[in-house]
């Protein structure tokens, strides 16, 4: 069975071309008092109008990956770092005990829509750092590694156990979702709309599969969706910037009201 929430509505940020909405999985799982789902706290869309400069800020703890299929973002820190995210690029900052970046959008850039990822650690006061590089190209109908736990092999990694994938499936295409014993899925339509389990799912809604299970998913549309497989019980160390600081705690009492 799958728990549906829909697209969020209310805006978590709006300022000066920068507009951000946050979802939080945890609340898909019934009884579950807490916004995150283990060790993945909280996923933030983004979009950054062309011109937008977000000013260097520190972040903590948070494992924070930059997914970015549409448009283009601009990275920059004190150590040095000037790197482009893309639909072809990814970005993760394992923060750490800190690590501070800005992030900005040329004006002669198109529009930025992209995912921040926050994932908890299993510890706090870790090495701070950043991963960057290319992703595989993409294949139609076929799931790719985006990041998973250190040691999985996956192309970049955070710190604890959540293993994510995506998928561009083609109109009437079906993918079978992620899933492994013990775990839970969840997944988030980026764009276009899926059928899974009886229920559709459009731009921006998200599902969560409790049990390991043969649950085909398929294409209504042409779309793009991203699935986070779970270890619900790994340890977890809280008090990120975002994922489990103030701010994300007062945006999801306001989703609870």
């Known amino acids: 069975m799958i728990h549906k929430a829909m697209r969020t509505t209310e805006d978590a940020i709006d300022s000066d071309g920068f507009v951000a909405r946050a979802y939080f999985p945890g ?80 004006n002669d850039d198109p529009p930025l829509r992209m995912l921040q990822i926050f994932v908890r650690p299993h510890a706090e006061a870790l090495e701070p750092g950043i991963q960057h590089g290319r992703l595989t190209a993409p294949r139609a109908n076929t799931w790719r590694d985006v990041f998973g736990p250190t040691g999985s092999g996956a192309p970049f990694h955070v710190r604890n156990a959540v293993h994510c994938r995506d998928i561009h499936l083609a109109a009437g295409g079906t993918a079978i979702l992620p899933t492994e014993l013990g775990r839970k899925t969840y997944f988030f339509v980026f764009e276009g709309s899926v059928t899974a389990d009886g229920q559709s799912f459009g731009e921006g809604e998200s599902g969560l599969l409790t049990e390991a299970e043969d649950m085909p998913m398929q294409a209504v549309g042409d779309a793009v969706v991203l699935t986070f497989v779970i270890d619900m019980q790994a340890e977890v160390c809280r008090g990120g910037t975002v994922g489990d600081g103030e701010t994300v705690h007062a945006m999801a009492a306001r989703a609870r009201r």
Not at 27 to 34: A, C, R, W, Y
Not at 78 to 83: I, K, N, R, T, V
Request: proline residues 8%; without cysteine; glycine residues 12%.
């Open 27 to 106: 609340h898909l799982e019934p009884g579950n008092p807490d916004h995150g789902l283990g060790p993945l706290a909280t996923i933030m869309e983004s979009f950054l109008a062309p011109g937008t400069h977000i000013k260097l800020h520190e972040h903590v703890v948070d494992e924070i990956v930059s997914w970015v299929p549409v448009g283009v973002m601009r990275h920059d820190d004190p150590e040095g770092g000037h790197l482009i995210v893309d639909a072809d690029h990814l970005m993760v900052m394992n923060a750490g005990w800190g690590f501070w970046h800005e992030e900005r959008v040329h």
